[in-house]
């Protein structure tokens, strides 16, 4: 089962755009990244993997985790790479790292989507994706970046079918300073961002 289900983390140095004042933020973006790693790291039924164009992510990984450097692409580009660069699975899902206190349970539901379509998505608010989950290979129509306005407006104008692009519930991404207010300090999880956000 673990081979067939894959949760990669990607990290791109957008990571640290909602470093807050006063806060490195390179460290911040290792921080959010270590988050989203554990978060997935600790699922069951799934093989965990880091996708990263940002170096050094090798440090935040149980031994055995894949760690697969890509280059630092944007939209479309950086989904299709990602998705590529995956060293195994049939069904994926491509979790951004800026959301590091994301429920568990909602990766859940996105593979519990792939049961009746190709591509689905957890929309972020404000705009984007927070995670896009697919069966493999990645399909070539799915043109959409998980910082587009849309994405799901744009992979259901862009799929063959009706039905083919699915969605689980949505979450939030911490994209700039102001964000920092959407973590939820009665969440479980997210300690390496709550530990360097508090000290």
Same mark, same amino acid.
């Given at each position: ?47 965990? =993997? ?17 760690? =697969? ?11 299709? +790479? ?37 591509? +689905?998505?957890?929309?972020? #608010?404000?705009?984007?994706?927070? +995670? ?11 043109? #959409? ?55």
């Amino acid at each position: 089962m673990t081979e067939d289900r894959v949760v990669a983390v990607l990290v791109t140095p957008s990571a640290a755009d909602a470093a807050p004042p006063g806060v490195d933020a390179a460290t911040f973006l290792t921080a959010v990244a270590e988050d989203a790693y554990e978060l997935v790291a600790g699922l069951d039924f799934v093989s965990p =993997v880091v996708v990263s164009s940002v170096p050094g992510m090798e440090e935040i990984v149980w031994p055995g985790t894949p760690v =697969v450097r890509i280059p630092d692409l944007s939209g479309v580009a950086l989904v299709q +790479a990602a998705f590529a660069a995956l060293p195994h699975g049939e069904q994926a899902v491509l979790l951004s790292a800026d959301a590091p206190d994301l429920p568990p349970l909602l990766i859940g539901k996105l593979f519990r989507e792939l049961g009746r379509a190709r591509i +689905a998505v957890c929309p972020a #608010a404000g705009g984007g994706a927070v +995670a896009l989950a697919a069966h493999l290979p990645y399909p070539a129509w799915a043109e #959409a970046g998980l910082d587009d306005p849309d994405p799901v407006t744009a992979l259901r104008a862009s799929a063959p079918g009706r039905r083919m692009v699915a969605t689980g519930p949505g979450w939030h991404r911490l994209r700039t300073p102001a964000d920092i207010g959407l973590l939820d300090p009665g969440l479980e999880g997210w300690d390496n961002t709550r530990a360097l956000l508090s000290a």
